[in-house]
């Protein structure tokens, strides 16, 4: 453990997530003692799924519209991303990712298997995500997908070819963080030929 001590913890904002400030007692190497001060941002952890079809030679993605990256771009907004959903409170990650599959693209997975972790942006969010990777049949389609109308979502499912999708990871039309992750996981496990 890193030497530590006196960590105050002060809410900047608590709105939809909380904003911190942390301030705290840091040694560095030489021993010197100071006091530094970090914000972050506490939306809880998150998971995420890459649904694959081996036979077909598909995967499932949704697109949707997100604020941050149009703050960002300054562009349409629209991200490509794997279906993702955040953890409330008492779900753990694989109750989350069955109920999101269901919600934002419409099918019932029996067979999701967690593959990574990952802090997507350890200098700002405590986020931790869990990424999953599960194969999907149209069997699986029990409805039109599209997310929560009663939490305001509109996200169009897509079904597109694994190797359109690489090539839209090198052209940076795809551009999310854990969607790209799970894309080259399925690239160097070789989950589909
Ligand atoms: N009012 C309000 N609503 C919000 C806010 N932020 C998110 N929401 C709403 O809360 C819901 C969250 O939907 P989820 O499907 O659970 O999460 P997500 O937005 O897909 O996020 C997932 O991907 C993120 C990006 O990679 C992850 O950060 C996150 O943990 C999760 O895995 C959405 O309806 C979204 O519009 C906010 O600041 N204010
Ligand atoms: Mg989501």
Not at 62 to 75: I, L, V
Not at 113 to 120: D, F, G, I, R
Not at 156 to 184: C, G, H, R, S, Y
Request: glycine share 6%; net charge negative; with cysteine.
């Amino acid at each position: 453990m890193k030497s530590l001590k006196n960590i105050k913890k002060t809410i900047l904002s608590n709105e939809w997530a909380t904003l911190h400030r942390i301030d705290y007692d840091y040694q560095f190497k030489n021993g010197n003692w100071k006091r530094l001060s970090r914000e972050t941002y506490n939306r809880g952890n998150g998971t995420a799924i890459l649904l694959f079809n081996p036979d077909k030679g598909t995967v499932i993605l949704t697109k949707q519209f997100r604020m941050p990256a149009y703050e960002n771009d300054k562009n349409d907004g629209m991200s490509i991303e794997a279906c993702a959903g955040a953890i409330d409170n008492n779900d753990n990650a694989l109750e989350t990712i069955i109920r999101e599959t269901e919600e934002e693209v419409g099918y019932k997975i029996t067979n999701a298997k967690q593959v990574l972790s990952a802090y997507t942006s350890p200098g700002a969010l405590t986020e931790k995500m869990y990424l999953f990777v599960a194969e999907y049949s149209d069997a699986m389609k029990i409805n039109e997908g599209g997310g929560l109308d009663s939490e305001d979502e509109e996200i169009e499912v897509i079904e597109l070819p694994f190797k359109q999708v690489i090539e839209m990871v090198k052209n940076e039309e795809i551009i999310d963080a854990k969607t790209i992750m799970l894309v080259q996981y399925a690239q160097i496990n070789k989950l589909i030929d």
